[in-house]
């Protein structure tokens, strides 16, 4: 009678093991995901698409998650000066309820708490490719897609005139290709 106690508490005592094994390993799970959601849920301002939400002037604007962002290198006139409203109306064409996409240089933000970043959208374009039909007529060509191009939002101020290269200490990464 002796034996069979012995057996059942030792199969008890590795079912008891098992068991905690399995509640400690499904606690743990549920703690890394959970802290990995929550760390995708919040935005990464570094180097996540955003929606831009609001524009301020011709290189300053507002995102989704409350943040405001300078474009770096990039000097547009500012409110009450000639060409603030231009520059503004150009941005917001191009960026406003739009998803962009950031880029830190080394400073993350300014002396006035804005993020200081190089900005990316996508844009659509009729990007077709060509291909010769597979009927074989001569004058036969269909359009197989459209694809989308990300455009430069800091070089594409300064090359349309609506700001001029600024260059903001040590955040200079890419200013030249902004002036090319």
């Known amino acids: 009678m002796k034996k069979k106690s012995e057996a059942f508490e030792k199969q008890n005592l590795a079912i008891l093991v098992l068991l905690l094994v399995f509640f400690i390993l499904t606690l743990s799970l549920y703690f890394v995901f959970k802290i990995s959601l929550l760390d995708y849920s919040k935005p990464n301002i570094n180097s996540s698409e955003i929606i831009v939400s609001e524009i301020i002037d011709g290189d300053t604007f507002k995102l989704s998650s409350g943040e405001t962002v300078r474009l770096i290198c990039v ?9 603030y409203e231009e520059a503004k109306v150009f941005l917001s064409d ?7 996409r950031l880029e830190k240089d080394i400073s993350d933000k300014d002396s006035y708490g804005r993020l200081l970043r190089y900005v990316y959208v996508e844009m659509p374009s009729l990007g077709c490719s060509f291909e010769p039909s597979t009927l074989g007529e001569l004058s036969d060509e269909t359009c197989v897609g459209i694809s989308t191009n990300e455009v430069f939002v800091n070089k594409e101020i300064v090359k349309n005139n609506y700001g001029i290269l600024f260059s903001y200490g040590n955040d200079t990464k890419r200013c030249s290709e902004i002036a090319g």
């Open 75 to 83: 000097d547009a006139p500012e409110k009450n000066k000639k060409g």
């Open 94 to 100: 191009l960026i406003l309820n739009k998803q962009v």
